[in-house]
């Protein structure tokens, strides 16, 4: 009975990446003064952790905002809650998780430190639990911090809220940003790194990196090895990122989760759609995608409107099930920037 | 590294199954319905079987050529011409197959846009246009056992099948273990019961097909089976001989869930599947034809957009509750209260139909949340995972900056 | 002389390039439904020239001394009116043809050319190209009747004109619904002629008389 049935279950992929540590790219850091330097970590009040995050440079990873904005704007306050994003729902992406397990006291002290600023009342860490191609066990505590294993299926971001009590404010900081806070406080380092998962079906050593900003694809790659030629090199998630083509010319940045090489590409395979359902099935939004893709190739943007086009998450579950590999995903995130253009226009 | 990049849209894991593995499936399903009409009736079952297959795997070629599509070789013309001399007698005149095939392939599949557009079922219009134009040939089944001639007209002795005892009234002279084993006259493909019904079981397992077409066709035609008897004796017999006679188990597995003219969810597939079953019994209980089963699902056939668009309206309904609700709240105490808004309350008011005017479509943002947040301290009961969803959409375009 | 010229090449374009039937979509129903074998055929196509032509001719001549609302109930009345000369001269091709039509002749006499182009185009026509286009019509449903009863009948009972001379090659032909299939593989056909001969869409009739 899957009338409301939403999201799919990929293959996760995430092994053996997750079991093993991070590998730390070779790089010279860099450093930032400030006036209380030589306080302990503990005596340090609100307002300088904020400071050491505007100084630090810290960007959150999971929207690519600074942290220091977020935390001098927010103040929870009793039944607020902190949520430590390491969710990690994309097949093969595993840098937040790998944090969590193999750096868990570093972690805690970022989360410790940011707990200060913000004081809510309830601080955990949210993971994604079904991984049911290998047998790694999530822990039930990193640190003092509780891990909440959230289940069901892909797209699993979304469902972080759920667990929020009614009426009351949270926020969602990322792990890595926790990290790299935490080394701020005590080193007074700047944040010139970031995590990315380095995989795919052709990477021979696939790990974790902890590369410097600004690397190219092209490194990162050489650094874990590759063991055929890829026709698809994807930055960003499996699931929502994009394919490119200079690898020698794409950098990385704070935002960027993943760098994977493909040994086949999906591009030119397809047929017609049989109208099978499956996407409909999948869509974790409950829209009739069958049919809001075939609006959006005859160009009917009223009937998308009415079909709720604009609810599209761009999550790419349809893309997924699609048996006729159909490029339903991108057709429908193409329609609605159409849609959103033709508005601002006022021509619909 | 560079020279072998490809260019791809978003989502660069898919899922290994396609449309070719789907129709290999169903492809593989017929073959045991094969083997047991040759068992049943020689060389001439399975000829007739590979000349539907090739003579619409052609047509469809043809057709394509017509269309001036990219050629396709997909595998679904390979069914319909499979499909097709199942539903016949064995000793059924190549000819007759070939024009039913024609019908399939050229008349119902591409003069609406080839694969994946046609309107009707092609095997059951091809079918019924056979039924119509031949009944002599189409409905008079030769005996089981005995082995009939490939080519040419055939001489087999002609027996009485289980469905046309039925529309007579009459109990059927074949016990139930005969018409599950498929000795009884019939459609050379639909009277091995065992057998079609684990190759539908395979194809569920596959997840080739979805499990609840069948079932939700089945169990009520089984029920109007028992509640309108067409023979007498006891319930079971009358659900047995009805079930099993005809093409009711074979079609269901293999022709009612073919995927293009069947809606796409599954609330909407129940639909179809029961209302299947009741114009099915009612073609099979009032009609003088045993292609009962055909005729009714080319009739269901015109019905799957409208339970589609009854699915779209449901969850259109679903994927608003929240603004819907928030509309209702705010209207009540708008009219209970008319003279002693409190004074903080009063700009809530006016925003609200200006909000409502400037953005229909757009999801709710801030107001209706706080709205929500209201009326789930009043009931506090329902916690179910809609509930919960609804929490999540409005919370999060808000989500950081809410607190300020 | 351009003039006259000019409404006969409009009028002639009714025969194929803007079949009634085939381009325009009129009187789908009655033909597919009606005509199953060509002497079918020849009767509808002689009942529909007989309803068409001096409707129109007479549209043009007092259609504008009409008065608005007693137009079309006019010409409904002259086209059905007509049904009775052509029952006659079709009863010279079998006796009973007219009768076993059923309703569709009469279905014709107040199908849309009789009633609604009467009022909308013919009346700002003059008498000669009205009745140009009256004729022109009328042939261009008889080719497309003809057409298709003969295929009909050809297919569902092997005969021609009542002669019999082959087994029926698809007996399912003799159903109405066969008659819609097969108008619309002839549909097709014209558009695909239409086509290869690189003809650009042309305005439907009413649109040029608008302006």
Redesign the interface.
């Not at chain 3, 196509?45 to 007989?50: A, H, L």
């Not at chain 3, 007479?58 to 029952?87: D, E, N, T």
């Given at each position: 009975?899957?009338?409301?049935v939403k999201g799919i279950l990929?293959?996760q992929?995430k092994e053996p990446m997750l079991t093993r540590s991070t590998l730390v790219m070779r790089q010279e850091f860099e450093y930032f003064d400030c006036d209380f330097e030589e306080t302990p970590v503990e005596d340090l009040s609100a307002e300088q952790i904020t400071e050491i995050a505007r100084l630090a440079e810290i960007v959150d990873e999971c929207?690519g905002?600074m942290l220091w904005e977020?935390l001098e704007?927010?103040?929870?306050g009793e039944g607020?809650t902190l949520i430590i994003d390491a969710i990690d729902d994309e097949?093969?992406i595993s840098s937040q998780m790998s944090i969590c397990i193999h750096q868990p006291e570093k972690l805690s002290l970022g989360i410790e430190l940011c707990e200060k600023v913000l004081s809510p009342g309830k601080t955990y860490i949210a993971m994604y639990r079904h991984i049911l191609d290998s047998n790694f066990g999530i822990p039930g505590k990193i640190g003092k911090y509780k891990v909440r294993k959230i289940g069901g299926r892909y797209p699993a971001e979304?469902?972080v809220?759920?667990h929020?009590p009614?009426?009351k404010?949270?926020?969602?900081v990322g792990a890595c940003a926790m990290l790299h806070l935490a080394r701020a406080a005590e080193e007074s380092r700047k944040m010139t790194s970031c995590f990315v998962t380095v995989a795919g079906d052709v990477v021979k050593n696939p790990r974790n990196v902890e590369v410097p900003i600004g690397t190219t694809a092209?490194k990162v790659?050489e650094l874990c090895g590759?063991s055929a030629?890829?026709?698809?090199?994807?930055m960003g998630g499996?699931?929502?990122?994009?394919?490119?083509?200079?690898?020698?010319n794409e950098v990385i940045v704070p935002t960027t989760r993943g760098v994977?090489a493909?040994e086949r590409?999906?591009?030119?395979?397809s047929?017609?759609?049989?109208?099978?359902?499956r996407c409909?099935?999948a869509c974790p939004?409950?829209?009739?995608v069958?049919?809001l893709r075939k609006f959006a190739d005859a160009g009917k943007f009223e009937e998308l409107?009415r079909?709720?086009v604009?609810?599209c998450i761009?999550c790419?579950?349809c893309?997924?099930?699609?048996?006729?590999?159909i490029?339903v995903?991108?057709t429908l995130?193409k329609a609605k920037k159409q849609i959103e253009l033709a508005r601002k226009e006022g021509t619909l | 590294m560079k020279e072998k990049l490809m260019f791809q849209n978003a989502p660069h894991v898919r899922q290994s199954e396609s449309v070719v593995t789907m129709m290999a499936d169903v492809i593989i399903a017929l073959l045991p319905v094969y083997l047991m009409s040759f068992f049943y009736y020689g060389l001439r079952a399975v000829m007739l079987g590979i000349f539907g297959a090739v003579t619409c795997a052609v047509l469809s070629l043809i057709g394509q050529l017509l269309l001036k599509e990219k050629l396709n070789f997909d595998l679904t013309p390979i069914i319909t011409g499979l499909i097709i001399p199942l539903l016949m007698p064995a000793s059924i005149p190549y000819y007759v197959v070939f024009s039913a095939c024609a019908v399939a392939i050229l008349v119902v599949k591409f003069p609406f846009g080839g694969t994946g557009s046609n309107l009707f079922n092609p095997a059951a219009v091809g079918f019924a246009s056979a039924a119509i134009c031949w009944p002599k040939e189409v409905f008079s089944y030769p005996a089981t056992m005995q082995s009939l001639e490939v080519f040419g007209e055939t001489t087999a002795r002609i027996a009485q099948s289980p469905a046309y005892s039925l529309s007579l009234g009459a109990v059927p002279d074949y016990n139930v273990l005969d018409m599950l084993l498929g000795s009884a006259p019939g459609p050379m493909g639909a009277t091995n019961i065992l057998v079609v019904a684990a190759c539908g079981i395979f194809l569920i397992v596959k997840k080739a097909i979805n499990w609840l077409t069948p079932f939700c066709f089945l169990v009520p035609y089984a029920l109007l089976c028992v509640l309108f008897p067409r023979i007498g004796g006891s319930p079971f017999d009358a659900l047995c001989y009805e079930l099993f006679s005809g093409t009711i188990i074979f079609g269901a597995f293999f022709m009612l869930t073919e995927p293009v003219t069947s809606p796409k969810r599954d609330f909407g597939k129940m639909l179809a599947g029961i209302s299947s079953a009741v114009v099915v019994f009612l073609f099979r209980y009032f009609g003088e034809f045993e292609m009962g089963f055909a005729s009714a699902l080319i009739v269901m056939n015109v019905f799957s957009p409208i339970f589609d668009a009854i699915c779209e309206s449901v969850l259109h309904i679903y994927r608003h509750k929240g603004a819907i609700l928030a509309s209702f709240k705010k209207e009540t105490p708008a009219e209970t209260k008319p003279a002693e808004v409190p004074a903080e309350a009063v700009p809530e008011e006016e925003e609200i139909p200006a909000e409502e005017t400037s953005s229909e479509e757009e999801v709710p943002e801030e107001e209706p949340a706080v709205e929500i947040d209201l009326s789930e301290e009043a009931e506090p009961s329902a916690e179910t995972e809609e509930e919960e969803e609804l929490s999540e959409e409005n919370e999060e375009p808000s989500g950081e900056e809410e607190t300020v | 002389m351009s003039e006259l010229k000019s409404c006969f090449k409009e009028s002639a374009s009714y025969l194929f390039l803007r079949n009634p039937v085939l381009v325009l979509g009129l009187v789908i129903g009655q033909l597919a439904a009606g005509v199953g074998t060509l002497q079918n055929a020849a009767a509808l196509s002689i009942t529909y020239f007989f309803v068409v032509v001096p409707t129109l001719v007479f549209a043009s001549l007092f259609g504008k001394k009409l008065p608005g609302w007693l137009k079309v109930v006019i010409y409904a009345l002259i086209s059905a009116l007509m049904l009775v000369p052509s029952y006659f001269i079709s009863g010279t091709i079998s006796a009973t043809i007219f009768d076993s039509a059923g309703i569709y002749p009469a279905l014709l006499a107040v199908s849309t050319v009789p009633v609604v182009y009467s009022s909308k185009i013919a009346e700002n026509q003059k008498p000669l190209s009205a009745l140009a286009g009256g004729i022109c019509i009328a042939l261009g449903f008889a080719f497309t009747a003809i057409i298709l009863g003969a295929a009909r009948e050809f297919l569902g009972s092997g005969s021609i004109w009542g002669f019999r001379f082959a087994k029926p090659l698809f007996p399912a032909a003799k159903l109405p619904i066969w008659g819609f299939i097969f108008l619309g593989f002839m549909a097709a056909l014209v558009n695909f002629i239409k086509d290869i001969l690189k003809i650009p869409e042309e305005t439907p009739a009413g649109g040029e008389e608008a302006k």
């Amino acid at each position: 009975m899957s009338f409301f049935v939403k999201g799919i279950l990929p293959e996760q992929k995430k092994e053996p990446m997750l079991t093993r540590s991070t590998l730390v790219m070779r790089q010279e850091f860099e450093y930032f003064d400030c006036d209380f330097e030589e306080t302990p970590v503990e005596d340090l009040s609100a307002e300088q952790i904020t400071e050491i995050a505007r100084l630090a440079e810290i960007v959150d990873e999971c929207d690519g905002k600074m942290l220091w904005e977020k935390l001098e704007k927010l103040n929870l306050g009793e039944g607020g809650t902190l949520i430590i994003d390491a969710i990690d729902d994309e097949p093969y992406i595993s840098s937040q998780m790998s944090i969590c397990i193999h750096q868990p006291e570093k972690l805690s002290l970022g989360i410790e430190l940011c707990e200060k600023v913000l004081s809510p009342g309830k601080t955990y860490i949210a993971m994604y639990r079904h991984i049911l191609d290998s047998n790694f066990g999530i822990p039930g505590k990193i640190g003092k911090y509780k891990v909440r294993k959230i289940g069901g299926r892909y797209p699993a971001e979304n469902r972080v809220y759920r667990h929020i009590p009614k009426g009351k404010n949270s926020v969602i900081v990322g792990a890595c940003a926790m990290l790299h806070l935490a080394r701020a406080a005590e080193e007074s380092r700047k944040m010139t790194s970031c995590f990315v998962t380095v995989a795919g079906d052709v990477v021979k050593n696939p790990r974790n990196v902890e590369v410097p900003i600004g690397t190219t694809a092209e490194k990162v790659l050489e650094l874990c090895g590759l063991s055929a030629e890829p026709e698809t090199i994807v930055m960003g998630g499996s699931m929502t990122g994009r394919a490119i083509f200079e690898p020698e010319n794409e950098v990385i940045v704070p935002t960027t989760r993943g760098v994977i090489a493909l040994e086949r590409s999906y591009g030119t395979y397809s047929y017609t759609c049989i109208g099978c359902g499956r996407c409909d099935h999948a869509c974790p939004k409950a829209l009739s995608v069958c049919a809001l893709r075939k609006f959006a190739d005859a160009g009917k943007f009223e009937e998308l409107c009415r079909y709720d086009v604009n609810m599209c998450i761009g999550c790419g579950a349809c893309s997924y099930v699609c048996p006729s590999r159909i490029d339903v995903a991108a057709t429908l995130i193409k329609a609605k920037k159409q849609i959103e253009l033709a508005r601002k226009e006022g021509t619909l | 590294m560079k020279e072998k990049l490809m260019f791809q849209n978003a989502p660069h894991v898919r899922q290994s199954e396609s449309v070719v593995t789907m129709m290999a499936d169903v492809i593989i399903a017929l073959l045991p319905v094969y083997l047991m009409s040759f068992f049943y009736y020689g060389l001439r079952a399975v000829m007739l079987g590979i000349f539907g297959a090739v003579t619409c795997a052609v047509l469809s070629l043809i057709g394509q050529l017509l269309l001036k599509e990219k050629l396709n070789f997909d595998l679904t013309p390979i069914i319909t011409g499979l499909i097709i001399p199942l539903l016949m007698p064995a000793s059924i005149p190549y000819y007759v197959v070939f024009s039913a095939c024609a019908v399939a392939i050229l008349v119902v599949k591409f003069p609406f846009g080839g694969t994946g557009s046609n309107l009707f079922n092609p095997a059951a219009v091809g079918f019924a246009s056979a039924a119509i134009c031949w009944p002599k040939e189409v409905f008079s089944y030769p005996a089981t056992m005995q082995s009939l001639e490939v080519f040419g007209e055939t001489t087999a002795r002609i027996a009485q099948s289980p469905a046309y005892s039925l529309s007579l009234g009459a109990v059927p002279d074949y016990n139930v273990l005969d018409m599950l084993l498929g000795s009884a006259p019939g459609p050379m493909g639909a009277t091995n019961i065992l057998v079609v019904a684990a190759c539908g079981i395979f194809l569920i397992v596959k997840k080739a097909i979805n499990w609840l077409t069948p079932f939700c066709f089945l169990v009520p035609y089984a029920l109007l089976c028992v509640l309108f008897p067409r023979i007498g004796g006891s319930p079971f017999d009358a659900l047995c001989y009805e079930l099993f006679s005809g093409t009711i188990i074979f079609g269901a597995f293999f022709m009612l869930t073919e995927p293009v003219t069947s809606p796409k969810r599954d609330f909407g597939k129940m639909l179809a599947g029961i209302s299947s079953a009741v114009v099915v019994f009612l073609f099979r209980y009032f009609g003088e034809f045993e292609m009962g089963f055909a005729s009714a699902l080319i009739v269901m056939n015109v019905f799957s957009p409208i339970f589609d668009a009854i699915c779209e309206s449901v969850l259109h309904i679903y994927r608003h509750k929240g603004a819907i609700l928030a509309s209702f709240k705010k209207e009540t105490p708008a009219e209970t209260k008319p003279a002693e808004v409190p004074a903080e309350a009063v700009p809530e008011e006016e925003e609200i139909p200006a909000e409502e005017t400037s953005s229909e479509e757009e999801v709710p943002e801030e107001e209706p949340a706080v709205e929500i947040d209201l009326s789930e301290e009043a009931e506090p009961s329902a916690e179910t995972e809609e509930e919960e969803e609804l929490s999540e959409e409005n919370e999060e375009p808000s989500g950081e900056e809410e607190t300020v | 002389m351009s003039e006259l010229k000019s409404c006969f090449k409009e009028s002639a374009s009714y025969l194929f390039l803007r079949n009634p039937v085939l381009v325009l979509g009129l009187v789908i129903g009655q033909l597919a439904a009606g005509v199953g074998t060509l002497q079918n055929a020849a009767a509808l196509s002689i009942t529909y020239f007989f309803v068409v032509v001096p409707t129109l001719v007479f549209a043009s001549l007092f259609g504008k001394k009409l008065p608005g609302w007693l137009k079309v109930v006019i010409y409904a009345l002259i086209s059905a009116l007509m049904l009775v000369p052509s029952y006659f001269i079709s009863g010279t091709i079998s006796a009973t043809i007219f009768d076993s039509a059923g309703i569709y002749p009469a279905l014709l006499a107040v199908s849309t050319v009789p009633v609604v182009y009467s009022s909308k185009i013919a009346e700002n026509q003059k008498p000669l190209s009205a009745l140009a286009g009256g004729i022109c019509i009328a042939l261009g449903f008889a080719f497309t009747a003809i057409i298709l009863g003969a295929a009909r009948e050809f297919l569902g009972s092997g005969s021609i004109w009542g002669f019999r001379f082959a087994k029926p090659l698809f007996p399912a032909a003799k159903l109405p619904i066969w008659g819609f299939i097969f108008l619309g593989f002839m549909a097709a056909l014209v558009n695909f002629i239409k086509d290869i001969l690189k003809i650009p869409e042309e305005t439907p009739a009413g649109g040029e008389e608008a302006k």
